[in-house]
C-alpha cells in the first residue's frame, strides 16, 4: 500500500480526475467503495493477542451493524479497531489535510457520524462494544492496551485470561512487515 504523498496537487477529489492514482491511497479507494478493510495489520496484531491470552472464538466481519472486525455474537461483544486517520483517533488529534479541506472535513465527519450511528445500533440491541485505535496496537503501547482491556474482555466472555506473555512473534510483528500481505 502506497503512503499519502504530498506531490498531489489536484484541486478536486474526483473520479474522473484521476486524483485516485496520485494523491490518495488504496485505503482511500476502499473507503470511497464503501467497502472496509479487512485484516488490517492492526487487526492481526489484535486476534494475535487474543489467541496468545487465550480469548478465542470470535467471529470476523460479523453480519451486524458495522460488521466489527472481532466479536463474539454469541456473548454480543464486539471489538471495533479503528484506523487513526480515517476515524480521528481522539488520541493521535490529527490535523486535517491542508488541501481538498472542505472534503476531508467532510468524509471524517461521516466516518465518525456512522460510527456513532453503530455503536448506538448495536448497544441497543445489547451489545458491548469496544474500540480499540491503531496507535494502540503500536509496540510501544500494545502492551498497556492489552492489560486493560483484556480482562474486561475475558470477563465479558466468562473466559479464562492466560496472562502468560506470548513468544514475540516473528511474523506478525508490527512495523516491519514486508508489503504485499496475502489477503484472506
Ligand atoms: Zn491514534
Redesign the pocket.
Known amino acids: 500500500m502506497r503512503k499519502r504523498e504530498s506531490s498531489g496537487k489536484a484541486a478536486i477529489p474526483c473520479r474522473k480526475s484521476g486524483i485516485l492514482d496520485g494523491m490518495v491511497s488504496e485505503a482511500v479507494h476502499k473507503s470511497m467503495q464503501g467497502n472496509k478493510r479487512a485484516n488490517t495489520k492492526p487487526e492481526l496484531v489484535l486476534r494475535e493477542r487474543l489467541r496468545a491470552h487465550g480469548l478465542t472464538g470470535y467471529r470476523l466481519q460479523w453480519k451486524v451493524p458495522g460488521h466489527p472486525d472481532v466479536c463474539w455474537p454469541g456473548k454480543k461483544v464486539a471489538v471495533f479497531v479503528n484506523g ?1 486517520f480515517w476515524h480521528r ?1 481522539p ?2 488529534k ?1 490535523s486535517t489535510p491542508k488541501t481538498n479541506v472542505e472534503y476531508w472535513t467532510a468524509k471524517f465527519e461521516r466516518n465518525q457520524q456512522r460510527d456513532r450511528q453503530v455503536r448506538e445500533e448495536l448497544e441497543s440491541a445489547g451489545w458491548t462494544i469496544h474500540t480499540v ?4 496496537l503500536k509496540k510501544k503501547n500494545i502492551d498497556a492496551t492489552i492489560a486493560e482491556l483484556f480482562p474486561v474482555l475475558a470477563a465479558e466472555l466468562g473466559k479464562e485470561l492466560k496472562m502468560d506473555e506470548p513468544e514475540e512473534s516473528s511474523e506478525e510483528a508490527p512495523g516491519d512487515a514486508p508489503e504485499g500481505e496475502p489477503e484472506a
Open positions: 487513526c483517533c488520541r493521535c490529527l485505535w491503531e496507535c494502540e
